[in-house]
């Protein structure tokens, strides 16, 4: 059960992250709603929960961490790509962005097939 919870917040936190930089450009003001403020955060909570409890039910803590560890690095470059997106403006904006919509896509393809490598 946890992991179709797992897979709705991802997708949740894709549409959330991709709707606040849309907003973020072209109607910050509607950012200070304090829903908006607080929603993401909320939601990437419990993405972290789910994530901590399907390590925990699947037993991949007694595996190899190679891939534990990759998503964990990509997931503080999301966090700080995500930063700069809803901070700076412009081409910056943008370039943030799409760092962290990469870093997301990374994310998901390792949890996918517990490797790091599995593009290459």
Not at 53 to 60: D, N, S, V
Not at 65 to 71: G, N, Q
Request: aromatic content about 14%; proline content about 2%; some cysteine.
């Amino acid at each position: 059960m946890f992991k179709y919870v797992h897979i709705l917040l991802v997708a949740l936190v894709f549409i959330s992250f991709t709707g606040r930089v849309l907003l973020a450009e072209f109607n910050p003001m509607l950012l200070q709603k304090k829903w908006l403020k607080f929603t993401p955060h909320f939601i990437d909570s419990l993405l972290l929960l789910t994530g901590i409890a399907l390590l925990i039910q699947g037993r991949w803590l007694h595996a190899d961490h190679d891939w534990l560890i990759a998503k964990g690095l990509i997931l503080i470059a999301y966090i700080g790509l995500g930063m700069l997106s809803m901070r700076k403006h412009g081409l910056q904006r943008w370039l943030a962005a799409s760092g962290a919509l990469v870093c997301l896509v990374f994310m998901v393809e390792i949890a996918v097939n517990k490797t790091i490598f599995a593009f290459f």
